[in-house]
């Protein structure tokens, strides 16, 4: 039986999100096309390999076995596929690095820059996107490395090198003193139950935010969820309410000056922000090249 690498790929990223909408918007393919891929691969393995509805999706046990293979195989395609184009002598081929955009603008060009000097037959495929995104798209196989945040629990098979930490900050539009009162002061449950929030819909950012709201039994009034850092902070700078961010997307905005940034305490615990790779990866030459420069 002959199983195509798109569709372990595609297979793994489902696994890991356990949700067609952001797998397939991961995968860059439509839910139909995802859930026809996963499809054609059940049938050419006899099983099923995930229980759906309406509501949820999760891996049956025949899918949790097949999941180990999956990564296996994903794994040793990218070190046998390497190991052949090493024979060339000097490194040569391409690695493939996720990030969103904001860290794309710190932390690549210092990056890229040592490494195409040090490594120039080495292509490097950049995909830009939703930084909660990362993690799953490395365990995916979609992608060899990727620039994020460091979560709460980082998964075993996952190796982080830190870049830079940066605070998790709550933030207002500047024209707009509505929301000063908020600044400077321990939590107040009345204010901040009548403040809106701007939020992003998934992620450590708003495990962090509802894991505050929750130590003080406040409910947040959820004025909009969103995906992307950017996305909130030019919701926020139209003045629709407060939003939280990491420090350095906001430095990085095009709209920092339009925003000012609150006191609120207790602070928001900080992000660490590095880079993710499998461990079975670092056996590639290339991608052990690209790791080992990072200090």
């Given at each position: 039986?002959?199983?195509?690498?798109?569709s372990?790929?595609?297979?793994?990223l489902?696994?890991?999100?356990?949700?067609?909408?952001?797998a397939?918007?991961?995968?860059?393919?439509?839910?139909?096309?995802?859930?026809?891929?996963?499809?054609?691969?059940?049938?050419?393995?006899?099983?099923?390999l995930?229980?759906?509805?309406?509501?949820?999706?999760?891996?049956?046990?025949?899918?949790?076995?097949?999941?180990?293979?999956?990564?296996?195989?994903l794994?040793?395609?990218d070190?046998?596929?390497?190991?052949?184009?090493?024979?060339?002598?000097?490194?040569?081929?391409?690695?493939?690095?996720?990030?969103?955009?904001?860290?794309?603008?710190?932390?690549?060009?210092?990056?890229?820059?040592?490494?195409?000097?040090?490594?120039?037959?080495?292509?490097i495929?950049?995909?830009?996107?939703?930084?909660?995104?990362?993690?799953?798209r490395?365990?995916?196989?979609?992608?060899?490395?990727?620039?994020?945040?460091?979560?709460?629990?980082?998964?075993?098979?996952?190796?982080?090198?830190?870049?830079?930490?940066?605070?998790?900050?709550?933030?207002?539009?500047?024209?707009?003193?509505?929301?000063?009162?908020?600044?400077?002061?321990?939590?107040?449950?009345?204010?901040?139950?009548?403040?809106?929030?701007?939020?992003?819909?998934?992620?450590?950012?708003?495990?962090?935010?509802?894991?505050?709201?929750?130590?003080?039994?406040?409910?947040?009034?959820i004025?909009a969820?969103?995906?992307?850092?950017?996305?909130?902070?030019?919701?926020?700078?139209?003045?629709?309410?407060?939003?939280?961010?990491?420090?350095?997307?906001?430095?990085?905005?095009?709209?920092?000056d339009?925003?000012?940034?609150?006191?609120?305490?207790?602070?928001?615990?900080?992000?660490e922000?590095?880079?993710?790779?499998?461990?079975?990866?670092?056996?590639?030459?290339?991608?052990?090249?690209?790791?080992?420069?990072?200090?």
């Amino acid at each position: 039986m002959l199983v195509d690498i798109r569709s372990l790929r595609q297979f793994t990223l489902l696994a890991e999100m356990l949700h067609f909408g952001r797998a397939s918007e991961a995968s860059r393919i439509s839910p139909s096309a995802l859930s026809r891929s996963i499809r054609q691969l059940e049938d050419q393995l006899g099983v099923a390999l995930f229980e759906r509805d309406n509501r949820s999706v999760a891996l049956t046990a025949a899918g949790e076995t097949f999941l180990i293979y999956a990564r296996d195989a994903l794994t040793q395609w990218d070190v046998i596929r390497q190991d052949l184009m090493q024979q060339a002598g000097e490194l040569r081929g391409e690695i493939s690095i996720y990030c969103s955009v904001t860290a794309s603008y710190s932390f690549l060009y210092d990056l890229l820059s040592r490494f195409r000097r040090d490594h120039p037959r080495i292509e490097i495929k950049l995909h830009t996107g939703d930084p909660d995104l990362a993690v799953q798209r490395v365990l995916a196989g979609y992608e060899d490395m990727a620039i994020g945040a460091r979560p709460n629990r980082t998964p075993g098979e996952l190796v982080f090198k830190g870049i830079a930490v940066t605070p998790l900050v709550f933030i207002a539009a500047r024209q707009d003193q509505v929301y000063a009162h908020l600044s400077r002061r321990q939590r107040d449950p009345l204010a901040w139950q009548a403040t809106p929030m701007i939020l992003a819909e998934t992620g450590l950012a708003r495990q962090r935010v509802d894991n505050w709201f929750r130590s003080f039994e406040v409910q947040p009034t959820i004025y909009a969820q969103v995906a992307g850092n950017e996305a909130i902070v030019s919701m926020v700078s139209l003045g629709f309410g407060v939003g939280v961010v990491p420090k350095i997307a906001l430095d990085n905005s095009p709209l920092a000056d339009k925003i000012s940034i609150l006191d609120v305490r207790p602070r928001l615990e900080p992000y660490e922000l590095g880079l993710f790779t499998l461990q079975k990866k670092l056996r590639n030459p290339l991608i052990n090249a690209f790791w080992g420069q990072l200090k």
